[in-house]
């Protein structure tokens, strides 16, 4: 009997498919080939450079990042172009003047920030089999370059490696050991952690992630199995605002026990401890501790079709200081996926996951405390979101030379905490990546995708400053050795 595939990684990353990049990427390598070689560059535009809202006056400072306001100030010169101002701001109790750039405004609204540029992106691969192939190491790097021709910080630079090592220690016992870093500031580059979708918008600046773990699979006896994981999650943002509410880490040790009820299905009961602790100020009233406990159900309906279920609960416990509305409690678990390979090079999968997330909605300074303090007293702070995510991941071969993917996510979350006001209100967020790509040969493709970003916020107090949509459309070439 086979050892099934460890079933903790579903909960603790929340990963579906490849993203549309590497599946490409993946399409075009050669599994004989120990190593391998990529470039790709590729011209794009994109409405809105800092993934702002539409009516928000955004101020850059010295390094291009963007200092949110809500003053509407109006700024002579050409709708679209920067403008330097001088503003005043307290250091130390004593004025400072510092210079910042200021978009013009049309027609009492600040015009969305639009930009051409080009990305160049370096990577390789490498897989080596050792022991005669009992263990596996495999190795990745890639680099991007993202440059934007209309924005005070023109340069982006983007690192991201992968380290994955396999050990079979017979028929029956396998470790899995995995880390991913990344340097960037995009959702889809900085990854999720134990959440869903945490981050709706560029995070400008050097962002740095981290998720590590290992998986040990073991097969005890011709029906029952077992799995032993840990997940390290860390989160470092630039930006001083973000760090507060979503500089973490999160470890996440976990154990899954199977039975094989037929060669095909396979039932389980899954616990994993969820220990997430902040740097920022926040952590007094958002760190928490959380228990999943879930049955779990996996049925390999042919070859080609594998569904997953997790369903349970979570039981959270929140830092809790004296005084404070305490926000424990039990809250529904579900990790659901479905793939199916329907052709040679196709496939399709969707997933769908409800759990107690993190989210940017953070700080707020009253009384010298730099915490959201809303609500009666301020004692009922926001510690987090209840969400539900919808992912979709589809690639087709259409023909022999030409391959299209579509890559999407949909998730709305239900504030905790934060009064009256705020309890229980919705934030959503919604992001497509539409994309075609022509092989001219084995070895070179070219490319062109759409992608499609959108956040709403129930919030009112974040009316003018929360809530944007962002478009972007991008054409290149790929080559691949």
Do not use: C
Request: aromatic share 10%.
């Amino acid at each position: 009997m086979k050892i099934l595939p460890p079933t903790s990684r579903l909960l603790s990353l929340g990963t579906i498919g490849l993203t549309v990049a590497s599946a490409i990427q993946a399409q075009n390598m050669v599994d004989s080939k120990p190593w391998s070689l990529r470039f790709s560059q590729q011209g794009f535009y994109t409405d809105n450079v800092f993934s702002r809202s539409y009516g928000n006056s955004p101020r850059f400072d010295a390094n291009g990042v963007p200092v949110m306001t809500s003053v509407f100030e109006p700024t002579p010169g050409k709708l679209g172009e920067f403008r330097e101002k001088t503003e005043t701001v307290i250091v130390n109790g004593l004025p400072v003047s510092r210079p910042v750039l200021t978009p013009v405004l049309g027609f009492g609204k600040v015009a969305k920030i639009q930009s051409y540029g080009f990305e160049i992106s370096p990577g390789f691969s490498v897989k080596l089999p050792i022991n005669d192939g009992q263990t596996s190491l495999s190795f990745s790097y890639d680099y991007l370059l993202r440059y934007f021709d209309n924005r005070p910080k023109s340069a982006d630079h983007n690192h991201q490696a992968n380290v994955s090592l396999i050990h079979n220690f017979d028929s029956k016992n396998k470790l899995e050991v995995t880390d991913s870093f990344a340097v960037a500031q995009e959702p889809e580059q900085l990854g999720t952690g134990s959440g869903s979708a945490p981050i709706t918008f560029r995070a400008e600046g050097s962002n740095v992630r981290n998720i590590a773990g290992f998986d040990f699979s073991s097969q005890f006896s011709e029906r029952w199995s077992s799995t032993f994981g840990l997940r390290n999650n860390y989160f470092n943002f630039e930006n001083d605002s973000l760090q507060d509410s979503l500089g973490r880490y999160e470890n996440l040790p976990s154990a899954n026990a199977r039975f094989l009820l037929t060669p095909s299905t396979s039932l389980g009961l899954l616990y994993q401890f969820g220990m997430t602790r902040y740097d920022g100020s926040v952590a007094k009233v958002r760190d928490l501790n959380s228990h999943f406990i879930a049955g779990t159900i996996d049925v390999d309906f042919g070859p080609n079709v594998k569904t997953s279920l997790r369903g349970g609960i979570q039981v959270n416990d929140f830092a809790d200081p004296v005084g404070y509305t305490d926000r424990d409690g039990i809250t529904p678990y579900a990790d659901a996926l479905v793939s199916y390979s329907f052709a040679s090079g196709s496939s399709l999968a969707l997933g769908v996951r409800h759990q107690v997330s993190v989210t940017d909605v953070g700080a707020v300074p009253i009384n010298g405390d730099n915490v959201l303090n809303v609500g009666k007293n301020g004692l009922d702070p926001i510690r987090g979101s209840s969400a539900t995510s919808a992912r979709i991941s589809l690639i087709s071969e259409i023909s022999p030379n030409l391959l299209g993917a579509i890559s999407g996510i949909y998730q709305i979350g239900t504030f905790i905490g934060g009064g009256p006001t705020v309890d229980g209100e919705h934030d959503a967020y919604a992001s497509l990546d539409l994309s075609l790509t022509y092989r001219l040969t084995q070895n070179i493709g070219i490319r062109s995708s759409f992608a499609h970003d959108r956040v709403g916020s129930d919030l009112s107090f974040l009316s003018d400053s929360r809530p944007f949509s962002r478009n972007r459309v991008y054409l290149g070439v790929n080559f691949s050795y």
